[in-house]
């Protein structure tokens, strides 16, 4: 079936460090690719996205990129902040039944400065 | 232009309660979703609607939980007979109608059911 798989968490950074957070994705049709962010308390934030192969989604410093051949969308930030501290979920979404999310387990960030 | 919009936030309830989660959709959304999410793991999808009709309720339990979304109104999930396992984080999300091409999900804030 299809399901997305997350690095286990949590990562831990200090303020201005590289982020990086693997996700790697199985889908028997032609998926869409998402990342979620979740703030402590709150409801999950679209934070980037990609439709296609090779199509990069960026947004607020973050970008991850739609690998076809490795199934893979990596979110990655070149310098992070104490304010990127949250949950995040990569999700997939088969664009021929348009319904519902595939999420990942989560990776939590903690960014200390 | 308003979020999603669920109600309430936190809600309490004593095991054999019912407990009634709304979802107002962003304007010009059609299609409704709901996501569970237990402690420590990612989001569950449990049913898709779209106005007065069911398209997807496979991840569902197929006891005590219904969903619904009227013509006018709220969407709805209840949940009768309350057990302590269905505390979690309850999502909803809405989208454009398919004919858009965009399979973007917004979500709402959550509910927070505690089943005491």
């Known amino acids: 079936g299809d399901s997305v798989t997350q690095m286990e968490g949590p990562v831990t950074l200090s303020e201005e460090a590289f982020l990086t957070i693997n996700c790697t994705y199985t889908?028997?049709?032609?998926?869409?690719l998402f990342w979620y962010v979740q703030y402590p308390g709150e409801g999950l934030q679209l934070l980037l996205k990609?439709?296609?192969?090779?199509d990069k989604g960026s947004n607020k410093g973050f970008e991850a990129t739609y690998r076809k051949e490795t199934t893979s969308f990596h979110l990655e930030k070149g310098s992070v902040q104490v304010s990127d501290s949250a949950v995040y979920f990569c999700?997939?979404?088969?664009?021929?039944?348009?319904?519902?999310?595939?999420f990942g387990k989560g990776t939590t960030l903690s960014v200390s400065s | 232009n308003a979020g999603v919009m669920q109600n309430p936030r936190h809600l309490v309830r004593r095991r054999g309660q019912e407990a009634r989660l709304r979802c107002s959709p962003m304007?010009?959304?059609?299609?409704v979703y709901w996501y569970r999410q237990l402690p420590e793991e990612g989001l569950k999808f449990m049913v898709y609607?779209?106005?007065?009709?069911?398209?997807?309720e496979s991840g569902m339990p197929k006891e005590r939980f219904s969903a619904e979304f009227p013509k006018e109104g709220p969407s709805i999930l209840r949940i009768q007979q309350v057990v302590r396992g269905d505390s979690a984080a309850y999502f909803c999300?809405?989208?454009?109608?398919?004919?858009?091409?965009?399979?973007?999900?917004?979500f709402g804030p959550g509910t927070r059911l505690t089943v005491t």
């Open positions: 999300a809405s989208s454009l109608p398919e004919i858009s091409g965009s399979y973007e999900q917004y």
């Open positions: 304007k010009g959304h059609s299609h």
């Open positions: 889908a028997t049709g032609y998926p869409s």
């Open positions: 999700a997939l979404i088969i664009n021929q039944a348009g319904t519902a999310l595939i």
């Open positions: 990609a439709t296609k192969a090779d």
């Open positions: 609607l779209q106005k007065e009709n069911i398209i997807d």
